[in-house]
C-alpha cells in the first residue's frame, strides 16, 4: 500500500466531513480553505442540491488588501482581520448561524484562529 501525501490525507477528512456537514437556508455552512498563499472563506447553501455561495471573503480581495495593506493571508493576525470582513458581510445579510467546514484541515493555527474570532464577533456554530 503507498503513502499518502499531506494533500490526499486533507482530502481524505474533507470527504469524511462532507457526508456529515450540510448547509441549510437557517444554517448555512461556513467552509474554509487555506493555501500557502491565502486564505479563503465562503458561506454556502447546500439545500438546492448543488452548493450555492451566499457570501464570501479571501485574503486576496481588494478589501481586505485595503485593510491589511498587503495582499494574501500569512498570519493569525491576518486571518483574524479576515473574520471580521466575512462576519461583517453575514450580520449585513441576516446570517447569524453557521455549521463550520474546516474543510479537512487540523483544528489549530489559523483555522482555529478563524473559528475563535468568528465566535467572538457573533457567529453562532
Known sequence: MAKLSRHEKR??????IRKKIHGTPERPRLCVYRSLHAFYAQIVDDSEGTSRTLLSASSIDPEFVQLTGKRGGKSVKDVQKLAEILVKKATEKGIRRVVFDRGGFLYHGKIKAFAEKCRELGLEF
Open 11 to 16: 482530502e481524505r477528512r474533507h470527504k469524511r
